[in-house]
C-alpha cells in the first residue's frame, strides 16, 4: 500500500485525508503537515483509520524513506518552499497549487522531475485532448474564467488595484493577461491557467470576468491545434462539504490518487 503524506490541511487537504481514510484511495497516511499545527491535529483527530504524525517541518517527511507519494494541497509558496526537497529525495508530489510551477524558479524542477510530478486536472476538463494535441502543436490556449464579483474581492490583483465590484450590475472583464501574470494575480483561483499550460506546453491567455449573473466559478476553454479546435465550458458546484472548494476539483484529486495508489 503507497505511503503518503499531505502539506496543507484545509479544504482540499481534508478531502484527500477523509478519501484515504475511508478507503476510498487505497493508501497509507504517514504525515499531516501543515504551518498551523492545529489544522493538522484538528484533521488527524476526525480520522479512525489513519493515525498520521503531525508536523510543520518538511524535512520530517522529505528523510523519511517510507513515504512514496506527497499531496500538496497548501499555497503557492509551499510548492516553492517544499518541491525541491521532496522530488530530490526520490518522492512522487501531486501539486494542487499548479501556479507556483510556472513561477521562474520552479521551471528546472518541473524540466527535471515533470514525470514524478503530478497535476490533477481540477476544476476543468479536456486535458487528454489537449495532451494529445501537443503531438501536432499546440497553436493557442485561451482560459476566460467567470466568477461572481463577491469571489473576486479578497483576490490580491483586485485589492491591489483598488477594483470596486460590489455594486456591478453587467459583466465586467477584470483581468486579461499571460497564465504566468494570472497565477500571481489570482494566485488562489487561477490554478486551471497553470494547469493549461503545462498541458498544451502553450502559455495560455486568461481573461477572468466579473459576473453578477453567475453563481458558478465557470471556466471556458478554447485551445487550437492543427487537429482541431477544443471548446469546453465547466460550471462548477462547490463541494457539498466544504463551500471554499470546487466539487470536481476536490474530485479530481481523488481520483488522481486512485488512479496512482489503488491497486
Ligand atoms: N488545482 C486545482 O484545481 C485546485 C483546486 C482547489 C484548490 N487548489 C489549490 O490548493 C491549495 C489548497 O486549497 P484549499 O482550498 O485546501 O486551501 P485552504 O486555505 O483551505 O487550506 C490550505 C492549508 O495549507 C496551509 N498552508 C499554507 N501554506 C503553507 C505552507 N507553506 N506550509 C504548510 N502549510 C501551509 C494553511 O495553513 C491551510 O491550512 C490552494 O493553493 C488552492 O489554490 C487547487
Known amino acids: 500500500m503507497k505511503k503518503l503524506a499531505?502539506?496543507?490541511c484545509g479544504a482540499i487537504g481534508a478531502v484527500v485525508a477523509t478519501a484515504v481514510d475511508n478507503g476510498v484511495v487505497e493508501a497509507e497516511l504517514l504525515y499531516l503537515m501543515d504551518l498551523d499545527l492545529r489544522k493538522a491535529e484538528k484533521l488527524a483527530s476526525l480520522l479512525s483509520t489513519q493515525k498520521p504524525t503531525v508536523t510543520s517541518n518538511v524535512a520530517e517527511i522529505a528523510c523519511d524513506p517510507r513515504v512514496e507519494l506527497v499531496v500538496e494541497a497548501a499555497s503557492q509558496e509551499a510548492v516553492l518552499q517544499y518541491a525541491k526537497q521532496i522530488l530530490e529525495s526520490g518522492k512522487e508530489?501531486?501539486?494542487?497549487?499548479?501556479?507556483?510551477l510556472l513561477h521562474p524558479e520552479a521551471r528546472g524542477l518541473v524540466e527535471r522531475y515533470w514525470k514524478r510530478i503530478h497535476v490533477p486536472s481540477g476544476a476543468i476538463a479536456g486535458i487528454d485532448a489537449i495532451k494529445a494535441m501537443t503531438l501536432t502543436g499546440?497553436?493557442?490556449?485561451?482560459?476566460?474564467?467567470?466568477?461572481h464579483p463577491r469571489k473576486l474581492v479578497d483576490e490580491p490583483y483586485v485589492k491591489n488595484k483598488g477594483l470596486r465590484l460590489d455594486h456591478l450590475l453587467e459583466p465586467v472583464v477584470v483581468f486579461e493577461g499571460t497564465a504566468e501574470e494570472a497565477v500571481s494575480a489570482f494566485p488562489r483561483t487561477l490554478n486551471v491557467a497553470a494547469a493549461?499550460?503545462?498541458?498544451?506546453?502553450?502559455l495560455a491567455r486568461v481573461k477572468v470576468v466579473a459576473d453578477p449573473s453567475s453563481e458558478l466559478n465557470v471556466h471556458?476553454?478554447?485551445?487550437k491545434s492543427k487537429a482541431g479546435t477544443l471548446f469546453v465550458r465547466v460550471e462548477n458546484v462547490p463541494h457539498p462539504d466544504n463551500s471554499k472548494t470546487?466539487?470536481?476539483a476536490a474530485l479530481s484529486v481523488v481520483k488522481l490518487l486512485q488512479e496512482l495508489c489503488n491497486g
Open 6 to 8: 499531505i502539506i496543507g
Open 93 to 100: 508530489l501531486v501539486v494542487m497549487s499548479v501556479g507556483a
Open 138 to 147: 499546440v497553436e493557442s490556449v485561451e482560459l476566460v474564467t467567470r466568477k
Open 196 to 202: 493549461l499550460t503545462l498541458y498544451s506546453r502553450t
Open 220 to 223: 471556458e476553454i478554447r485551445v
Open 246 to 248: 470546487s466539487y470536481l
